[in-house]
């Protein structure tokens, strides 16, 4: 069975209490939190405090993806606010500094993810994969909900899914991006074990139904 991760980017946010309590009522397994400092990404959303107000709110792991510039000097406050996974971008620091964050992300107890964006190859996340708890592959430029879903992103996801099994598979493999009712099938099959969907879970007629979609087989 593949997991759901809701992504509250695309939630009403005057009412995320509601929106998140939706996600739970309609069976979804975490609440993807989307974190934009307007400098790695050209956008910005959220921060601690939401976290923060967030984890009062509800029971499912905060699973937090951080598209911010020098994530380390945030990780600590992040994961006291609440996060149960903290995902940090591989392009967002230097070699020495995103490897010293995935530590110091699992020393506070939290579990650590890694993510790449379309442009980064599936080789450059080998030296931090036995540190790392998930890696994500996003399948749309990182900064913005409703992006269309980029295919060219499966080799790169099935590559991944491999070096895993090798190296680390206990580790999680997780899609973000134009996920949707079309295209979640092609994710599944290719590796992908947790898919965040924003805008496919907001505008879904019966979101309950959109989730067993996403949750069904997982082909693994
Ligand atoms: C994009 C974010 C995604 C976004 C996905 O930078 O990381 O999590 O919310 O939105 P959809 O599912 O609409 O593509
Ligand atoms: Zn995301």
Redesign the pocket.
């Known amino acids: 069975m593949a997991l759901i991760a809701p992504?509250?980017?695309?939630a009403d946010f005057a009412n995320l209490e509601r929106d998140i309590h939706d996600i739970e009522q309609n069976g979804g397994d975490w609440v993807?939190v989307?974190v934009?400092d307007g400098v790695f990404?050209p956008?910005i959303s959220i921060g601690i405090p939401v976290v923060r107000s967030l984890r009062k709110v509800t029971k499912l792991p905060l699973d937090v993806?951080l598209?911010i510039t020098r994530p380390i000097r945030y990780a600590e406050e992040f994961v006291k606010a609440g996060a149960d996974i903290l995902t940090i971008h591989l392009e967002s620091d230097t070699r020495d500094n995103t490897l010293a964050c995935l530590q110091k992300i699992r020393s506070l107890g939290c579990r650590a993810g890694l993510s790449l964006k379309p442009g980064t190859p599936a080789e450059e996340a080998r030296p931090f994969l036995p540190y790392c708890d998930m890696i994500l592959v996003?399948?749309?430029?990182?900064?913005?909900?409703?992006?269309k879903?980029m295919a060219d992103q499966m080799p790169k996801l099935r590559s991944l899914r491999e070096m895993l099994r090798a190296e680390n598979p206990g580790c999680l493999l997780q899609v973000?991006?134009?996920?949707?009712a079309h295209t979640c099938g092609i994710c599944k099959e290719n590796g992908a074990q947790v898919l965040?969907?924003?805008?496919?879970?907001f505008r879904a007629q019966d979101r309950a139904a959109f989730v067993r979609l996403i949750q069904a087989e997982s082909y693994e």
């Open positions: 992504s509250i980017l695309a993807h989307d934009m990404v956008n993806h598209m996003m399948t749309v430029e990182p900064g913005f909900g409703g992006q879903f973000d991006g134009g996920v949707d965040v969907a924003g805008s496919a879970y």
